[in-house]
């Protein structure tokens, strides 16, 4: 318990004073206060998009819902 090292994600860099070397976060930051506060940049790739089909799939019982929204158990009667 305690000292367990937590990463927040999605905060926002309100405000740097660079006279008084200030950082202020917009959002919750876990732990006590006055306790140290690690920042860095986002170590995130986001995934690139692959073309006009991508995430369609080619399976025909997943992508004929996304042609016809009707049930495949209506259709087949």
């Known amino acids: 318990m305690g000292g367990d090292q937590v990463t927040i994600e999605n905060l926002v860099i309100a405000k740097v004073d660079a006279d008084i070397n200030l ?16 920042l860095r940049s986002t170590a995130k790739v986001l995934p690139e998009k692959k073309g006009d089909g991508a995430g369609i799939s080619n399976n025909p019982q997943k992508a004929s819902a996304r042609v016809n929204p009707q049930k495949a158990s209506a259709r087949n009667h």
């Open 23 to 38: 950082i202020a976060v917009k959002g919750a930051i876990p732990g006590p206060n006055g306790g140290v506060v690690i």
